[in-house]
């Protein structure tokens, strides 16, 4: 049994592929190798490049594995439809020409739910009708990757869109056949939405498929949803800070993962401003060392 220590570019800052402040995607694999990490995701589609070849050759030159790749889309617009099954299928072939296991389903988010990040109590609802074509198209898209492409596809929730609270995230899981579609937690983004990721990894253990570790301000946390912040602004003021400065308990999350047989990728996330003041690198290594130290 093994875990093993990855990062991504939104770590980097890299959360569309056509910011003209992302940098080079070759610098993102040269800092992820220098800051000790042995695997890196593909980041938003269009961003690492598609050509086989070529970034297997990166990758391989570097010793680095690609892990897997988000879709971070809006799957609660219907009139997106077309442009996230297109990033989907991208994301799948990349994923695959590379032996990669993860594709991770993001809802992006919304205008409707930017506000109330941080506030389920508030949070405006999908009605039957809008809940039932959301739900469909991540039921569609978690059975491309499954059974065209032989994907692990899993369910990430993320503050400020429609796939955010856990009664969402329950309810979701409830409705999509467990074989297409598993669970990846990222342990900021449930401290964001106010839930405890220790207790809903241990409560969804069998469906638990990846993790994705990110710590979380709480002075800047709440700070950010009584102001109710946008969550790149909130990104941009630090909320989410070096592993092991904030809310999340990483040695809870060792211990339960080890107890419960987990054997795979644990993946960094400290999403950022990439015109910021801190150092990606820096902060890559500064995690790095920090999951060392307790034992990952």
């Known amino acids: 049994m093994t875990i093993k220590i990855g990062n991504a570019p939104c770590s980097w800052g890299v959360e569309f592929a056509d910011d003209p402040r992302n940098p080079a995607w070759t610098r993102v694999l040269d800092e992820c190798k220098a800051a000790g990490y042995d695997g890196i995701e593909l980041g938003p589609i269009g961003f690492m490049p598609e050509d086989p070849a070529v970034l297997g050759d990166a990758l391989a030159a570097r010793g680095l594995e690609l892990i897997g790749g988000v879709v971070f889309r809006p799957f609660h617009d219907p009139a997106k439809w077309d442009e996230v099954r297109d990033a989907a299928r991208r994301t799948c072939a990349s994923l695959t020409a590379h032996g990669a296991r993860h594709l991770v389903l993001i809802d992006s988010i919304s205008p409707r739910r930017a506000a109330t990040a941080g506030r ?115 990104c941009g003021q630090g909320i989410f800070c070096n592993l092991g400065k904030g809310m999340t308990d990483f040695k809870a999350a060792r211990a339960l993962l080890l107890e419960s047989g987990y054997d795979g990728w644990c993946t960094v996330e400290q999403d950022c401003d990439p015109a910021g003041p801190t150092s990606p690198v820096d902060d890559a290594r500064a995690n790095r060392a920090y999951l060392r130290s307790i034992g990952f």
């Not at 405006?124 to 499954?146: C, I, T």
């Not at 405890?196 to 301000?217: G, S, T």
């Open 120 to 234: 389920p109590e508030e949070a405006v609802q999908m009605d039957k009708a809008e809940w039932n074509g959301f739900a469909s198209r991540f039921r569609d898209v978690a059975r491309m990757g499954s059974e065209e492409f032989g994907l692990t596809v899993s369910l990430h929730p993320h503050a400020a869109g429609f796939m955010d609270f856990a009664v969402e995230v329950e309810r979701l899981l409830a409705e999509i056949d467990a074989k297409l579609l598993k669970l990846c937690l990222d342990t900021g983004h449930s401290h964001y939405a106010g839930f405890d990721p220790i207790a809903f990894m241990k409560r969804h253990r069998a469906r638990l498929a990846y993790v994705h570790f990110k710590d979380i301000a709480p002075a800047i946390r709440a700070d950010v949803v009584a102001k109710r912040t946008g969550f790149y602004d909130a």
